[in-house]
């Protein structure tokens, strides 16, 4: 009698080892679906930031060219970290004589619907021919003192 009570003590029956094997299948479902959600959302912020900074190079753009921008609507395509991007650039006039405002949207060129990030902005109208902006970084030398 006491053999078979031995034996019995020493390992798990059949029925105990599926049900760990079942929690810890259940464990791993819940692991997998937080990563997914994890990968997901980490695509899409990196999605937004491109766009923003696609935006925000758009209205750079903008405001150190030559001339002004001509007041309406445009589509522009953009390649920006091996995809392609699509640009929706809006400038229209304010009620301030020497201002515009650039709306730009961006989206992913195979989902142009589908607008990732919008920025605005403010341009100013461009500087005239031969205009020397000032220079900010002039060294200043405090005088050498007078020997007594």
């Known amino acids: ?3 078979v009570e031995r034996a019995r003590a020493a390992g798990f029956t059949l029925v105990e ?3 760990a094997l079942v929690i810890v299948a259940l464990g791993m479902m819940a692991v997998n679906g937080q990563l997914n959600r994890y990968v997901v959302a980490a695509s899409f912020v990196e999605q937004k930031t491109l766009a923003s900074w696609i935006a925000t190079n758009e209205i750079t753009a903008l405001s150190v060219a030559a ?3 001509d007041l309406g609507k445009r589509d522009e395509d953009v ?3 091996a995809r392609k991007w699509r640009c929706h650039i809006v400038v ?6 020497n201002l515009h405002r650039v709306d ?3 989206a992913l060129a195979d989902d142009p619907e589908r607008v990732l ?3 605005s902005g403010l341009l100013e109208p461009p500087a005239p021919a031969g205009f020397m902006p000032p220079r900010w970084s002039v060294p200043v030398v405090a005088p050498a003192p ?3």
Do not use: G, H, L
């Open 146 to 148: 007078e020997p007594k």
């Open 117 to 119: 990030d919008k920025v």
């Open 92 to 97: 229209s006039a304010t009620d301030v004589t």
């Open 104 to 106: 730009v949207s961006v």
């Open 1 to 3: 009698m006491r053999r």
């Open 67 to 69: 001339t002004w921008p």
């Open 17 to 19: 080892a599926m049900v």
């Open 79 to 81: 390649d920006f970290a």
